[in-house]
């Protein structure tokens, strides 16, 4: 039987072998929604093949750890593939599989609902931001 990828925050929670959520985007989400996951696989998607340091220019707010360590993740999850070449020098080459590029349709519409309301997000927490900071210059006299 597979385990879950978060199975001790689903401690309990199997029924007949099958992990049961409240939510059914959870399990998903804990995969494409981790840090730097969806733009990995928004840029691979978007530019097809790369080698790593290509990927990491065109993402160079990330680590070069960390873009191994989520790469390694999403070939593990079957969302990205590795071609390994052994030239000289070796080199290694991502590409969404066939399942992470069924994955790009769905994250379409995020994109397009971040780029519509961005704005309104920003100036919720402006108004926010300004509020605590009123009170909490008030609760300091």
């Not at 199997?14 to 399990?27: L, N, Q």
């Not at 928004?42 to 990927?55: D, E, I, P």
Request: charged residues 25%; glycine residues 6%.
């Amino acid at each position: 039987m597979p385990q879950h990828p978060n199975a001790s925050r689903h401690e309990g929670r199997r029924a007949a072998g099958e992990w049961i959520d409240a939510c059914p985007v959870t399990a998903i989400g804990d995969i494409i929604f981790s840090r730097w996951a969806t733009t990995i696989l928004w840029t691979l998607g978007q530019q097809s093949t790369l080698r790593f340091n290509a990927l990491h220019r065109l993402i160079p707010e990330i680590t070069p750890k960390i873009l191994t360590s989520r790469l390694r993740q999403l070939e593990r999850d079957g969302l990205v593939k590795r071609t390994y070449h052994p030239d000289i020098p070796p080199r290694a080459e991502y590409a969404l599989s066939d399942l992470g590029r069924s994955m790009v349709p769905a994250l379409r519409p995020l994109a397009d609902w971040g780029r519509q309301h961005m704005p309104d997000i920003e100036t919720a927490r402006r108004a926010y931001d300004t509020a605590r900071a009123e009170e909490e210059a008030w609760a300091n006299g």
